[in-house]
């Protein structure tokens, strides 16, 4: 990856985590499937002046939308709505070695022993975050979460197959989709969202901009682009220094404590997806090429 990427990968990282700090403030009053409606609502209105809808496209990207933004959405941000930002963020790492699994599987991506050895690393640190004497009663939100990561790396798969129509078309044709999919989410299992609408304060309608402008609109268009010119498996890692940015907003500005076992956990899970993306053998000498001859490229995934 060149450096401008690298560094696009980076400022997404610290957007997607810092923007969980405030969806768990803004969950406090909104119920959390409205709260997502509202937030790819908005992204959509902006976003959607900008861009030409590749309107042959359009049945692949709801799909992709339903489960990568609706589902996904519905999933993670309801098992928020009961855990701490910095055990919720932990628990969705698991995203990575879900979408390294699918990738492997339908881009026929490498994976290697390391791969697997870290996703078994990952899940056991989930384990132990799990039965933690402050989490038990929270079992429920944990598996939504869960099954919030797996949607999300189902979705991924789903737009990486799109191919590359531009990271700001994307997500604006996405925006579009999951909004009112999520809105009839919450419809169905939502109650109160008339309510929390009108008596809203200021500072949450503050945290739903950054949700929608920042997170969705700028966040997801740099990391849709990223994701259609490089493979799945390049990008996923840098979501590793997400959970970081959470943690310590957590800690600072929402006042979650940071107990051994959550930190044990954690270190298992952030571990685990790391050892999964170290190439094997990095320092192997590369076979010399002849003069006037060209190394062969890698084949690209479909």
């Known amino acids: ?43 959509a209105l902006v976003l959607l002046w900008f861009v030409r809808p590749p309107w042959h496209l359009m049945g692949k990207i709801f799909f992709a939308s339903l489960v990568g933004a609706a589902i996904q959405y519905s999933l993670t941000f309801s098992g928020l709505a009961g855990l701490d930002a910095s055990i919720m963020i932990l628990v969705v790492q698991l995203e990575v070695p879900f979408a390294a699994l699918l990738a492997w599987l339908v881009f026929k991506d490498p994976l290697g022993w390391r791969g697997f050895a870290g996703m078994m690393i990952a899940f056991a640190g989930i384990a132990v975050i799990s039965g933690a004497p402050d989490q038990r009663g929270n079992l429920l939100p944990i598996l939504l979460v ?34 009112p999919q999520l809105l009839v989410s919450s419809l169905i299992f939502e109650r109160g969202q008339w309510e929390a609408i009108v008596s809203a304060p200021p500072v949450v309608w503050w945290a739903v901009a950054y949700l929608a402008l920042v997170m969705t609109s700028l966040g997801y268009a740099m990391w849709y682009d990223l994701l259609g010119r490089h493979d799945v498996t390049r990008v996923i890692p840098y979501l590793l220094l997400v959970p970081v940015t959470t943690v310590l907003g957590g800690v600072v500005f929402l006042g979650e404590p940071m107990t051994l076992l959550r930190f044990a956990g954690g270190a298992l899970v952030i571990a685990g997806v790391a050892i999964m993306n170290l190439r094997l053998n990095p320092l192997r000498r590369r076979s010399p090429v002849p003069t006037g001859a060209r190394r062969p490229r890698p084949p690209r995934s479909p």
């Open 1 to 43: 990856m060149k450096t401008l990427d690298v560094l696009m990968a980076l400022g997404v990282a610290v957007i997607f985590g810092t923007g969980v700090v405030f969806a768990k403030a803004a969950i406090d009053h909104f119920p959390p499937i409205l709260l997502m409606s509202i937030r790819f609502s908005v992204a």
């Open 146 to 179: 869960v099954g919030g990561s797996l949607a999300f790396a189902v979705g991924q798969i789903m737009v990486k197959r799109i191919g590359q129509i531009g990271g700001l078309t994307m997500i604006a044709c996405v925006a579009a989709m999951a909004g």
